[in-house]
C-alpha cells in the first residue's frame, strides 16, 4: 500500500498492521520523521520524500492500493496532477487508488474558499484547492486512472483503477 501525504501517521497507524508493506509518502521531511517516530514500531512501514511532484523510489506497477485524504489540495492543480501520473505508474494494473477532494459544491467548502477570497488570501501557499466533481471526473481519466467510483458529499471520494 502507499500513504500518500502520510503526515505524521495518524492513518497509516491503523493501515500498516494490515498490509505487507506500506510506503508512507510526504513531501515534508519535517512530517516524515515525526511519522518515524509514530510508527517506529512497525517494521513494514518505508518512509519516503515526494520529490518534484513525483516519488521515483517507488517501483511502477508495484502498489496494490494507494490513498490520499485530502492532500492534493495543498497543490497546485497542476502539481497535484503530476503527481496523480506517477501515483498512476506506482499503482498496479488492477490495483486501486482511493483519493479524497474537498468539493467546492458543498457548502462547507463554498464558505471555506469564500473566507480565502474575502481575507485576501489567494497568494497562500497553504490554502486548500478546490474540486468540482466534474472536475475530478475529468482529471483522473487524463492522468491514466479509471473512475469506478465517485461520491460527491462534502468531500469527493474516489475509487480509480
Known amino acids: 500500500m502507499l500513504d500518500l ?3 505524521i501517521g ?3 497507524r491503523y493501515v500498516a498492521p494490515r498490509c505487507e508493506l506500506l510506503w508512507a509518502v510526504d513531501a515534508s521531511e519535517q512530517m516524515l520523521t515525526m511519522a518515524r517516530r509514530r ?3 512497525l517494521p ?3 518512509y519516503e520524500r515526494c520529490l518534484d511532484n ?3 523510489v517507488v517501483p511502477d506497477a508495484s502498489v496494490d492500493l494507494a490513498y490520499s485524504v485530502l492532500v492534493l489540495q495543498h497543490l497546485e492543480r497542476e502539481d497535484a496532477f503530476q503527481l496523480l501520473r506517477d501515483l498512476r505508474r506506482m499503482v498496479r494494473p488492477g490495483g ?3 483519493l479524497t477532494f474537498p468539493n467546492l459544491l458543498s457548502d462547507e467548502y463554498l464558505s471555506a474558499f469564500l473566507a480565502y477570497v474575502d481575507q485576501g488570501q489567494m497568494a497562500n501557499r497553504c490554502r486548500a484547492r478546490f ?3 466534474q472536475e475530478v471526473e ?3 481519466p487524463a492522468a491514466g486512472f479509471e473512475v469506478e467510483e465517485l461520491d460527491a458529499g462534502v468531500e469527493i471520494k474516489v475509487v480509480a483503477r
Do not use: F, H
Open 5 to 7: 501525504g502520510c503526515g
Open 10 to 12: 495518524r492513518v497509516a
Open 39 to 41: 510508527l517506529g514500531d
Open 44 to 46: 513494514n512501514v518505508r
Open 54 to 56: 513525483a516519488v521515483p
Open 96 to 98: 486501486v487508488a482511493w
Open 131 to 133: 474540486y468540482t466533481p
Open 138 to 140: 475529468r482529471l483522473l
